[in-house]
């Protein structure tokens, strides 16, 4: 009786022994580390780059603790976080562009252990210190601009094919072109229906005049703002590749939301400043029918004056005032390229854009019907525009041109990153922030660590002298419940927080549930009258029942959460919901695994140490 | 070691309308915190934005609300956290209609308030800052009401299958009834509701349905066994056999919390406590609660012992 089949015994064993290898790299301290990586996937860490580097290193008097090359990024290791800093300067100016170096921490875990996939707990931004935004991308916004576009590729279509129409305009989402000749109208429609499959057009007939309302169809739109949605996460990558960190995460949340985890960033200001940059770029003609003149004060008469009709009134970026044309000639999305450069004849900086086939064609037309007239390229961020730069077209130009008259080469390289990465598809909006310093990271982890050793410690006291030997059992199957959600939560990478480490103090809080019940049980039997293998048996089986049911109903609960919760609560969930299936587990099949150890198989038992059961017979005797 | 030694059973249910009568008094008191003082949301739920500030030398939040009022900030909370070092500045949302500007006067007024904390003390520095948008606290909200309601719904479907619906609206109302005390307790002080008090409120929620399940468990096994009993015999003698069991685990629980509650820091404080409160009602009203809302709705020994005649009669016609 009480014996297990020998491959239950080998479950068990296997379970622990996995649950220990994955477990154990918890314990190794992190080391500070300088990772060099490619900007982008397709750029890699060569050995030759990394040598270079360890050689600069060594150069400057620091000593490195271990270089690796593994997967395209190179990470060095050093012994403390001053020589890391001291290190990151050195290798940050000696890395070739298109390089990200970043600070990170990284397990000493030995190299046969993460051969078998073995990491530590990935920790959350509470754990780890970092920032964490949410941004709302704003569609409407996205939406109108593309209406815009409709609105300006209708025109130059027309033009191009020389229909003749009365008016063009945009009336909120549509776009509305009127005709005097229906023949006309015909034409546009024929010419429309063919070269933008993405609108759905529908004749319009009041009076004299014909007209044909453009929509863009539903499934464009909802693609387009799919497509909003990944050109700003792209942008948003190029972003924190500037900030140099090391495991940044960038992911679309819902329809229309954007996560940016960041962590261990040193300074949040400037990580906020340089995410928060919503920039796009806008070209548009320069209003020559109230210019002054030539040169940079054009426009100085209207420096307090309100802007004309049909125009609107900004400063460029040495405060001189201009009016710009209301009409959009091109926005920021149709740049496929910009890079800073020499200009060919005169060397001075540059920056060299290259254009879309769209945008290419646009620009071509507007070009040959304005020459030697200015053309203002504008940045435009939430509340403010500033006109960039705004020259004269020398020659008709398309899909390839050059931005000159620019400051110096370190203005024409920022122009090019801001042209190149700085346009987003969408402006966003943070809707919600969270920084959290690394000091408090670590005060955290503490913090949490403590609450969970004390805990466990109090109770492992309490079982151990209420229950005597099936106290200890039951110490060895909790303990064995913590390894296995350790190993688990190491295993599955879940984001551990501080709420989390809360659900791993209360999960072995509730897990001794079972352990109580199984306990309660047996001594209820063996009072009953029962012999001692007789009432391990009956314990176990009935308390199977109750410790089945009460774990269905907090896995119920931890279900809701991790479907309904967000942030830390979702942490929690997690954790929550994991604790109880690796408690079902720790007290069923390894603490009866233990009891049978001990006592299976045995003919005869004359006493099972559970805490005094014969109280209630010296009552009767006595 | 034993601790309670319990040799006859315990008449429970005589004093069934004593507990009731307790409970009431309790809820009705924890609904009227509710409604009259309401619960004090953390800004995860309101919108707006925290500030944990540390400071080289103890900190002066009465100086800081000084200073901080001169500048023009109206509404703000400046409170002791943690250590004496360390403050918490709470900026409420800015009303406007506009979420949009309301988010950029927001992200501001932060920056703002930092400079006038340096003013106070140059050693002023940023430890934590937490800054939600009023659409995202409505969200917040809203989840955290639905994810009360799926439990409690997925609670009493398991219940009602497994047992059956008289024990599982008796199980649910009480245990709703400790979620409502926990509520109300956290009104009356004023304690901060924040994200995770609702994750602890839900766990209790899961967990204290353990007890009432491990009772009527016992109900129903008793129901078997004791042929001749009655069901206030039956409830008596299936609390009484239980409720060792009841207290130690829940202390032993309860150990874990108190360990989280004094190691675990400022930000688990609140958790701690919500957890505390629940295990102590849990206790109180699984037990003493649900059995007699379930005798008062009527629950038999029908309802147990004959299920198979029943599935017979099913499938005769």
Known sequence: ?622 | MEFFKIRRTIPFMRHALVFNVISLITFVLAVGFLAVRGLHFSIEFTGGTVMEVTHDKPAQPDKIREALGAAGFKDINVLKFGSSQDVLIRLPLKANPDPKIQNEEMQKQSVAAMAVLRTVDASAKIVRTEFVGGQVGKELATDGALALLVVCLGIMVYLAFRFEWRFAVATIIANLHDVVIILGVFAAFQWEFSLPVLAAVLAILGYSVNESVVVFDRVRENFRKMRRASVDEIMDASITGTISRTIITHGSTQMMVLSILFFGGASLYFFALALTIGICFGIYSSVLVAAPLAKYLGASREDFVKPEKKAVEHALP
């Open chain 1, 1 to 622: 009786m009480n014996k297990y089949p020998v491959w239950k015994y080998v479950i068990i064993a296997i379970a622990l022994v996995v649950s220990l290898v994955y477990a154990s790299p918890n314990l190794f301290v992190e080391v500070p580390v300088v990772q060099v990586s490619g900007a982008r996937a397709s750029v890699k860490v060569e050995p030759a780059l990394q040598s270079e580097l360890e050689a600069a290193v060594k150069g400057a008097g620091i000593a490195i603790a271990g270089v690796e090359v593994a997967e395209g990024h190179a990470t060095f290791r050093f012994a403390d976080t001053d020589t890391q800093i001291k290190a990151r300067d050195v290798i940050q100016s000696k890395v070739p562009a298109g390089y990200v170096v970043a600070l990170n921490l990284q397990s000493a875990t030995p190299k046969w252990l993460q051969a078998l996939g073995a990491k530590p707990m990935y920790l959350g931004l509470d754990l780890r210190g970092g920032v964490h935004f949410l941004l709302q991308v704003d569609m409407k916004a996205a939406a109108n601009k593309s209406v815009e576009r409709y609105v300006s590729d209708v025109r130059s279509l027309l033009r191009d094919k020389k229909i003749y129409y009365s008016g063009l305009a945009r009336e909120g989402d549509r776009v509305v072109v009127r005709f005097r000749e229906s023949d006309q109208r015909v034409a546009a429609q024929k010419l429309i229906e063919k070269e933008m499959p993405d609108l759905a057009l529908r004749e319009q007939v009041a009076g004299e005049e014909a007209a044909i309302v453009a929509t863009i169809k539903p499934e464009i739109v909802k693609k387009e703002q799919e497509l909003a949605l990944q050109q700003n996460i792209q942008t948003l990558r190029n972003r924190v590749n500037e900030l140099g960190v090391a495991e940044p995460i960038i992911q679309q949340q819902g329809g229309d939301r954007i996560v940016v985890q960041l962590a261990g960033v040193q300074d949040p200001g400037r990580a906020k400043e340089i995410l928060g940059r919503t920039a796009t770029l806008e070209v548009r003609m320069v209003s020559e029918e109230h210019s002054a003149g030539p040169g940079q004060n054009a426009f100085a008469a209207y420096k307090d004056q309100p802007a004309p009709f049909g125009t609107d009134k900004y400063l460029d970026s040495e405060g001189n005032t201009v009016l710009v044309k209301k009409t959009l000639v091109i926005t920021g999305d149709r740049i496929k390229d910009a890079q800073p450069g020499f200009d060919q004849r005169d060397g001075g900086p540059v920056v060299s854009m290259a254009l879309d086939d769209s945008g290419g064609r646009i620009m071509r037309q507007t070009t040959r019907e304005n020459l030697k007239k200015r053309m203002g390229m504008m940045l435009v961020e939430r509340n403010s525009t500033v006109v960039l730069t705004w020259p004269v077209i020398q020659e008709e130009f398309g899909n390839r041109f050059q931005i000159s008259g620019i400051g110096d080469v370190q203005e024409a390289r920022n122009l090019a990153l801001l042209l190149r990465a700085g346009a987003l598809a969408a402006p966003m909006d943070i809707i919600e922030e969270r920084t959290v310093g690394p000091s408090l990271g670590a005060e955290n982890i503490a913090k949490g660590f403590k609450s969970v050793v004390y805990g466990f410690v109090a109770i492992a006291i309490f079982m151990i002298i209420y229950y005597s030997l099936f106290g200890v059992i039951s110490v060895g199957a909790l303990a064995s419940n913590l390894l296995f959600l350790v190993a688990l939560l190491s295993m599955l990478q879940a984001t551990l927080t501080l709420p989390g480490i809360a659900a791993i103090a209360l999960a072995l809080g509730m897990a001794i549930d079972a352990n109580v019940l199984i306990n309660e049980r047996i001594r209820e039997e063996l009072r009953a009258g029962m012999s001692p293998q007789m009432a391990i048996q009956v314990g176990y089986e009935r308390a199977f029942d109750t410790i089945f049911d009460s774990n269905i109903t907090t896995l119920i609960a931890g279900l809701a959460l991790l479907a309904f919760g967000s942030g830390p609560v979702r942490g929690f969930a997690v954790v929550h919901c994991l604790g109880i299936l690796t408690s079902i587990f720790s007290a069923v099949m390894v603490s009866r695994g233990i009891v049978n150890l001990i006592y299976g198989g045995r003919k005869k038992v004359a006493k099972v140490y559970i805490g005094n059961t014969e109280w209630h017979k010296k009552d009767a005797t006595a």
